[in-house]
């Protein structure tokens, strides 16, 4: 790097200088949007800048797949490899590269062509990036298409039996803070204002909310517990790190309608006396991104967020931060240490967030749907938001169906439907002359549902009682010609890849999960496989520090239940062979 470029690299990261290590994460993505790589020199000038040891500097790059140690070519073509996308085609275009002409290959020395554990698009599988930007695989027949391609960006479906969280998405376009408040938005702010902070907590608490991305931790409850914490600094965080293979919930809701999400955290904070929010948004969504930048200046300009809000004595900022390619940072602890500037390794708990979370300091984390369905309940009132759903599972969910599905889309639907209506009635179901083999609930951290299950109720309890999770909403349809071998070895490939080995349990299980189920699809076993299997996976789910380790047997042992034949038939076809 030369002198110029030192100096630029330098004035790029001024703004960051006096936040200290903070703002580590944001002067790496300032770095590589502006040099496409974090160069050596680059990661000094950072070093120097925010006070932070080489070594940290260099560890916390190595941490994230997103960031770049290398010059790389002009242009980066993500193709998502999950079993959806797989399904639908990637690797088929993976293997293209080689088959390529010439001519195009000249061209290709252009590109970076990287596989994607997922890019959160599943509904448009087989999903391919460029440039951050999603394109619609269906209209490229070639790589020359690929490569010159022009297009727009692929529409997503969204419908449903209702339209709470959804209303104001599927317009393929995001909705403005004019369009919003016409359609009532920010009202349950101003209601909110008006109203005591512990008001606010009773009404969530009464409403029977509970996080949507898989915990199903009492919203209420969560916020109770910081507002009575001691000390004034206190926190407010949206979690859109959604990275779940066959989830895209949150990025429709963040893309069509920001100022849902944004209203929701300012109510959040007034109800606990926070005064600084932040918003981690997933580093694949750039889109989300800049949409939710958009909005937080939309809403800033009209005095939704800032000083004296609505001409109150209420103050609060939200700050944008993204991640940088590493799938535990949806873990809560997690995503504060990478909001401060570190690797994302989960904290043990406790402490809980709600005593000590960012900072140290007092702190409430939801993720997007979650958010979204405050203003809705404030707006609509408890009563009315608990009409619909169960007694136990009060209001609305989002489900994100993909797969071998003839209408893959974002879903919104009351608690209580079953899971043939979601597949058939809305989803148009299963593709003519083919028949369901399994589905898969809850994404990669989920549990497979065979077909004599699709009368069951989409409710907290229903699907419990039927050792099923509901997870964050992801519903993967698999038709019967499906290698489910194959669809196991990418999710435990998934898990293998995304553990950040901090705690031995999930570090090691992971790899012996991933080594044991490629030797089953390969034809290679030994007798005792199944049983060690089992062991393994028992011992993560056990002594696992966070979810990743505790949830990456999950759908693996649904599946050990369901098609037993799969684990033991190789051994028996071989006759024992282990060559």
């Known amino acids: 790097m030369t002198y110029m470029d030192t100096e630029a690299i330098r004035n790029t990261l001024m703004p960051f200088a006096l936040q200290g290590r903070t703002a580590l994460l944001p002067a790496l993505h300032a770095v590589q949007d502006y040099h496409g790589y974090i ?56 293997k293209m590269v080689p088959r390529l002409t010439p001519a195009i290959n000249q061209t290709l020395d252009q590109f970076t062509v990287e596989r994607a554990p997922c890019l959160g698009l ?107 914490a001691p000390g004034e600094t206190k926190y407010v965080v949206c979690n859109g790190d959604e990275a779940e293979p ?27 006396g926070a005064q600084k929010g932040f918003f981690y948004i997933r580093g694949e969504y750039k889109n989300a991104y800049q949409i939710i930048l958009n909005a937080i200046y939309e809403a800033e300009q009209a005095g939704y967020l800032g000083n004296s809000i609505l001409s109150t004595n209420f103050n609060f900022e939200i700050e944008v931060r993204r991640g940088a390619g590493a799938y535990i940072c949806g873990e809560e602890t997690a995503l504060f240490e990478s909001i ?51 007694e136990k599972s009060p209001g609305s969910k989002l489900f994100c169906i993909s797969g071998d599905i003839q209408k893959p889309g ?42 004599d299950q699709l009368d069951v109720k989409l409710t907290f309890e229903d ?17 019967e010609t499906r290698n489910m071998l194959d669809i196991l070895t990418r999710l435990a490939h998934f898990f293998a890849e995304e553990s950040c080995g901090k705690c031995y349990p999930c570090q090691i299980g992971t790899q012996r999960q991933l080594e044991i189920i490629q030797r089953m699809e390969e034809n290679h076993i030994n007798p005792s496989d199944y049983e060690t299997l089992m062991d393994i996976g028992t011992t993560m789910t056990d002594t696992s520090l966070c979810g990743l380790g505790q949830t990456a047997f999950s759908a693996m042992k649904s599946a050990m239940l369901i098609w037993p034949e799969l684990f033991r038939e190789s051994f028996r076809s071989t006759g024992g062979s282990h060559d």
Request: contains cysteine; glycine residues 10%.
């Open 463 to 479: 699907l419990r009682s039927a050792d099923l999770p509901l997870g964050s909403g992801v519903i993967t349809v698999f038709n």
């Open 246 to 272: 066959g989830t895209f919930k949150d990025r429709v809701i963040m893309e069509d309608d920001p100022h849902l999400v944004i209203e929701g955290m300012i109510i959040n904070a007034y109800a606990i």
């Open 340 to 390: 401060e500037g570190k690797r994302g390794f989960p904290r043990i708990k406790p402490p809980f967030p709600t005593s000590q979370g960012l900072y140290g300091k007092p702190t409430v984390i939801n993720n997007v749907e979650t958010l979204s369905n405050i203003p809705i309940i404030l707006s609509l009132g408890v009563e009315n938001y608990r009409a619909i759903g169960s």
């Open 410 to 451: 974002l879903y919104e639907v009351p608690f209580g439907v079953t899971l043939r209506h979601l597949i058939e009635n809305l989803a148009g179901g299963i593709h003519p002359g083919h028949t369901i083999k399994g589905i898969l609930i809850g994404g990669a951290a989920g549990a497979f549902a065979s077909p």
């Open 39 to 94: 160069s050596k020199d680059s990661a000094a000038v950072i070093s120097s800048l925010l006070n932070i040891p080489l070594a940290d500097v260099f560890g916390v790059i190595e941490f994230y797949a997103l960031f770049n140690q290398s010059p790389v070519k002009k242009t980066i073509i993500h193709v998502c490899n999950d079993p959806v996308c797989a399904m639908a085609g990637s690797e088929s275009i993976m």
């Open 122 to 228: 599943c509904e448009h599988a087989p999903a391919i990036m460029i440039k951050d930007k999603p394109i619609n695989a269906q209209d490229i027949q070639t790589w020359q298409d690929l490569i010159e391609w022009k297009g727009k960006s692929p529409q997503s479906i969204v419908s449903g039996d209702i339209r709470w969280l959804t209303k104001n998405c599927g317009n393929n376009a995001p909705t403005s803070l004019e369009n919003y408040q016409k359609n009532g938005g920010y009202t349950s702010l101003e209601k909110a204002l008006q109203s005591t902070p512990q008001q606010i907590i009773d009404w969530i608490k009464q409403s029977g909310l509970v996080g949507r991305g898989g915990a199903a931790f009492p919203t209420g409850i969560k916020w109770e517990g910081a507002a009575r």
